[in-house]
Protein backbone atom coordinates (compact mmCIF):
# COMPACT_ATOMS: atom_id res chain seq x y z
CA UNK A 1 0.00 0.00 0.00
CA UNK A 2 1.16 3.43 -0.54
CA UNK A 3 1.09 6.63 1.57
CA UNK A 4 1.12 10.58 0.55
CA UNK A 5 2.34 13.19 3.08
CA UNK A 6 1.97 16.61 2.25
CA UNK A 7 3.60 18.42 4.62
CA UNK A 8 1.70 22.09 4.64
CA UNK A 9 -1.88 22.20 4.94
CA UNK A 10 -1.34 25.80 3.99
CA UNK A 11 0.76 27.93 2.27
CA UNK A 12 0.19 31.53 1.78
CA UNK A 13 2.84 33.89 -0.19
CA UNK A 14 3.01 37.13 -2.57
CA UNK A 15 2.63 37.26 -5.79
CA UNK A 16 5.69 37.00 -7.70
CA UNK A 17 7.49 35.49 -4.70
CA UNK A 18 8.80 31.92 -5.93
CA UNK A 19 6.53 28.58 -3.49
CA UNK A 20 7.44 25.21 -3.47
CA UNK A 21 4.59 22.87 -1.69
CA UNK A 22 6.27 19.33 -0.23
CA UNK A 23 5.08 16.00 -0.97
CA UNK A 24 6.59 12.97 0.43
CA UNK A 25 5.20 9.40 0.07
CA UNK A 26 5.82 5.59 0.95
CA UNK A 27 5.73 2.93 -0.94
CA UNK A 28 6.99 -0.66 -1.23
CA UNK A 29 7.47 -0.97 -5.12
CA UNK A 30 7.66 1.36 -7.83
CA UNK A 31 5.28 4.44 -8.13
CA UNK A 32 4.17 6.58 -10.51
CA UNK A 33 3.65 10.57 -9.08
CA UNK A 34 1.13 13.36 -9.89
CA UNK A 35 0.82 16.46 -8.83
CA UNK A 36 -3.50 17.86 -9.27
CA UNK A 37 -4.54 21.31 -8.61
CA UNK A 38 -8.42 22.30 -7.98
CA UNK A 39 -9.87 25.42 -8.32
CA UNK A 40 -12.99 26.36 -6.35
CA UNK A 41 -15.95 24.21 -6.91
CA UNK A 42 -13.93 22.32 -9.55
CA UNK A 43 -12.41 18.79 -10.34
CA UNK A 44 -8.88 18.03 -10.39
CA UNK A 45 -6.40 19.22 -13.13
CA UNK A 46 -3.83 17.42 -13.68
CA UNK A 47 -0.50 19.71 -13.36
CA UNK A 48 2.86 17.35 -14.40
CA UNK A 49 3.34 13.64 -13.54
CA UNK A 50 6.52 11.61 -13.11
CA UNK A 51 6.89 8.14 -14.39
CA UNK A 52 10.36 7.38 -15.53
CA UNK A 53 13.61 8.86 -16.07
CA UNK A 54 14.49 12.67 -15.84
CA UNK A 55 13.95 13.57 -12.03
CA UNK A 56 12.88 16.79 -13.14
CA UNK A 57 9.50 16.77 -14.50
CA UNK A 58 7.45 20.15 -15.73
CA UNK A 59 4.31 21.04 -15.79
CA UNK A 60 1.48 23.27 -17.39
CA UNK A 61 1.59 27.01 -15.71
CA UNK A 62 4.63 27.13 -15.17
CA UNK A 63 4.99 24.17 -12.71
CA UNK A 64 7.68 21.70 -12.06
CA UNK A 65 8.34 19.06 -9.52
CA UNK A 66 11.56 16.85 -8.90
CA UNK A 67 11.36 13.59 -7.57
CA UNK A 68 14.27 12.25 -5.39
CA UNK A 69 13.96 8.63 -4.60
CA UNK A 70 16.69 8.41 -1.84
CA UNK A 71 14.45 11.47 0.24
CA UNK A 72 10.90 9.76 -0.99
CA UNK A 73 9.82 13.39 -2.35
CA UNK A 74 8.34 14.88 -5.04
CA UNK A 75 7.69 18.23 -4.15
CA UNK A 76 6.20 21.06 -6.62
CA UNK A 77 7.60 24.57 -7.53
CA UNK A 78 6.95 27.82 -9.23
CA UNK A 79 9.56 30.63 -9.12
CA UNK A 80 6.72 32.88 -9.79
CA UNK A 81 2.97 32.75 -8.32
CA UNK A 82 0.04 34.32 -9.33
CA UNK A 83 -2.92 35.60 -8.02
CA UNK A 84 -4.85 32.76 -10.73
CA UNK A 85 -2.58 30.32 -8.65
CA UNK A 86 -4.70 30.56 -5.89
CA UNK A 87 -6.21 26.81 -5.71
CA UNK A 88 -5.65 23.43 -3.46
CA UNK A 89 -2.99 21.19 -4.73
CA UNK A 90 -2.95 17.73 -4.44
CA UNK A 91 -0.23 15.26 -4.32
CA UNK A 92 -1.14 11.41 -5.62
CA UNK A 93 0.99 8.19 -6.22
CA UNK A 94 0.66 5.06 -8.05
CA UNK A 95 2.04 1.91 -7.92
CA UNK A 96 3.99 1.57 -11.24
CA UNK A 97 3.34 -1.89 -11.85
CA UNK A 98 0.52 -4.55 -12.29
CA UNK A 99 -1.53 -5.70 -9.77
CA UNK A 100 -5.12 -5.80 -7.82
CA UNK A 101 -4.12 -2.02 -6.73
CA UNK A 102 -1.99 -0.87 -9.44
CA UNK A 103 -5.37 1.35 -10.62
CA UNK A 104 -5.83 3.26 -8.01
CA UNK A 105 -4.59 6.99 -7.57
CA UNK A 106 -3.80 7.70 -2.96
CA UNK A 107 -4.09 10.96 -2.83
CA UNK A 108 -2.32 13.34 -0.11
CA UNK A 109 -4.49 15.80 2.24
CA UNK A 110 -3.82 18.77 0.14
CA UNK A 111 -2.05 21.96 0.37
CA UNK A 112 -3.83 25.27 -0.26
CA UNK A 113 -2.07 28.02 -1.96
CA UNK A 114 -3.05 31.32 -1.28
CA UNK A 115 -1.23 34.28 -3.51
CA UNK A 116 -1.79 37.22 -2.31
CA UNK A 117 -0.74 40.86 -3.59
CA UNK B 1 -13.11 17.42 -26.98
CA UNK B 2 -15.57 17.32 -24.59
CA UNK B 3 -14.34 16.55 -20.64
CA UNK B 4 -15.62 14.26 -18.40
CA UNK B 5 -19.70 15.30 -17.60
CA UNK B 6 -20.73 14.52 -14.40
CA UNK B 7 -24.76 14.79 -13.73
CA UNK B 8 -26.41 15.64 -11.89
CA UNK B 9 -24.22 18.91 -10.21
CA UNK B 10 -26.07 19.63 -6.89
CA UNK B 11 -27.86 16.98 -5.05
CA UNK B 12 -29.59 16.78 -1.34
CA UNK B 13 -31.38 13.88 -0.74
CA UNK B 14 -32.94 12.52 2.93
CA UNK B 15 -31.42 10.10 4.99
CA UNK B 16 -32.39 6.92 4.12
CA UNK B 17 -32.71 7.57 0.47
CA UNK B 18 -30.94 5.97 -2.43
CA UNK B 19 -28.99 7.99 -5.15
CA UNK B 20 -27.22 7.06 -8.11
CA UNK B 21 -24.64 9.69 -9.71
CA UNK B 22 -23.73 9.43 -13.60
CA UNK B 23 -20.51 9.78 -15.51
CA UNK B 24 -19.61 10.16 -18.95
CA UNK B 25 -15.96 9.72 -19.67
CA UNK B 26 -13.91 11.54 -22.21
CA UNK B 27 -14.67 9.48 -25.80
CA UNK B 28 -12.23 7.19 -25.99
CA UNK B 29 -11.29 6.90 -22.63
CA UNK B 30 -12.04 2.92 -21.57
CA UNK B 31 -11.02 3.20 -17.72
CA UNK B 32 -13.42 5.37 -15.00
CA UNK B 33 -12.94 5.50 -11.08
CA UNK B 34 -15.00 7.27 -8.74
CA UNK B 35 -13.46 9.29 -5.52
CA UNK B 36 -15.49 10.82 -2.55
CA UNK B 37 -13.71 13.74 -1.51
CA UNK B 38 -14.67 15.36 2.06
CA UNK B 39 -13.20 18.06 4.23
CA UNK B 40 -12.03 15.72 6.85
CA UNK B 41 -11.15 12.76 4.81
CA UNK B 42 -9.81 14.29 1.60
CA UNK B 43 -9.51 12.47 -1.54
CA UNK B 44 -10.71 8.80 -1.17
CA UNK B 45 -10.59 6.14 -3.57
CA UNK B 46 -13.99 4.45 -4.08
CA UNK B 47 -13.80 2.12 -6.92
CA UNK B 48 -12.58 1.44 -10.82
CA UNK B 49 -14.24 0.24 -13.74
CA UNK B 50 -11.96 -0.80 -16.70
CA UNK B 51 -13.99 -2.91 -19.69
CA UNK B 52 -17.55 -2.86 -17.88
CA UNK B 53 -15.14 -4.76 -15.10
CA UNK B 54 -14.64 -3.37 -11.53
CA UNK B 55 -10.86 -3.83 -10.76
CA UNK B 56 -10.55 -2.29 -7.35
CA UNK B 57 -12.47 -1.00 -4.72
CA UNK B 58 -11.91 0.96 -2.02
CA UNK B 59 -12.52 0.88 2.05
CA UNK B 60 -16.39 1.40 1.76
CA UNK B 61 -19.50 -0.02 2.84
CA UNK B 62 -21.51 -1.87 0.63
CA UNK B 63 -23.85 0.45 0.60
CA UNK B 64 -22.13 2.11 -2.09
CA UNK B 65 -21.55 -0.03 -5.38
CA UNK B 66 -21.20 0.90 -8.99
CA UNK B 67 -21.32 -0.06 -12.85
CA UNK B 68 -20.13 0.97 -16.40
CA UNK B 69 -21.91 0.72 -19.60
CA UNK B 70 -20.79 -0.60 -22.76
CA UNK B 71 -20.25 2.60 -23.74
CA UNK B 72 -17.98 3.39 -20.97
CA UNK B 73 -19.88 5.54 -18.91
CA UNK B 74 -20.69 4.73 -15.45
CA UNK B 75 -23.30 5.17 -12.50
CA UNK B 76 -22.66 4.47 -8.90
CA UNK B 77 -25.48 4.21 -6.44
CA UNK B 78 -25.18 4.73 -2.59
CA UNK B 79 -28.38 3.25 -0.76
CA UNK B 80 -29.73 4.16 3.25
CA UNK B 81 -27.89 7.83 2.88
CA UNK B 82 -26.23 8.70 5.91
CA UNK B 83 -25.46 11.91 6.69
CA UNK B 84 -21.98 11.70 6.40
CA UNK B 85 -22.18 10.49 3.23
CA UNK B 86 -22.29 14.55 2.31
CA UNK B 87 -19.29 14.64 -0.16
CA UNK B 88 -17.85 15.94 -3.55
CA UNK B 89 -18.05 12.98 -5.61
CA UNK B 90 -15.94 12.71 -8.70
CA UNK B 91 -15.52 10.55 -11.61
CA UNK B 92 -12.09 10.36 -13.40
CA UNK B 93 -11.29 8.68 -16.87
CA UNK B 94 -8.28 7.80 -18.61
CA UNK B 95 -7.65 5.79 -21.95
CA UNK B 96 -6.40 2.89 -20.82
CA UNK B 97 -5.83 0.53 -18.25
CA UNK B 98 -2.34 1.58 -17.41
CA UNK B 99 -1.40 3.87 -14.30
CA UNK B 100 0.78 5.93 -16.60
CA UNK B 101 -2.48 7.92 -18.08
CA UNK B 102 -3.16 10.68 -16.12
CA UNK B 103 -6.82 11.11 -15.08
CA UNK B 104 -8.84 13.13 -16.44
CA UNK B 105 -11.47 14.48 -13.79
CA UNK B 106 -14.84 15.76 -13.87
CA UNK B 107 -16.32 19.23 -11.93
CA UNK B 108 -18.16 16.38 -9.69
CA UNK B 109 -21.43 16.15 -7.93
CA UNK B 110 -22.33 17.40 -4.64
CA UNK B 111 -24.24 15.41 -2.92
CA UNK B 112 -25.69 16.63 0.63
CA UNK B 113 -27.96 14.78 2.90
CA UNK B 114 -30.29 16.03 5.46
Known amino acids: AQSVTQLDSQVPVFEEAPVELRCNYS??????LFWYVQYPNQGLQLLLKYLSGSTLVKGINGFEAEFNKSQTSFHLRKPSVHISDTAEYFC???????????????FGKGTLLTVNP | KAGVTQTPRYLIKTRGQQVTLSCSPI?????VSWYQQTPGQGLQFLFE???????NKGNFPGRFSGRQFSNSRSEMNVSTLELGDSALYLC?????????????FGSGTRLTVV
Open chain 2, 27 to 31: SGHRS
Open chain 2, 92 to 104: ASRRGGGAEDGYT
Open chain 1, 92 to 106: AVSEARGGGSNYKLT
Open chain 2, 49 to 55: YFSETQR
Open chain 1, 27 to 32: SSVSVY
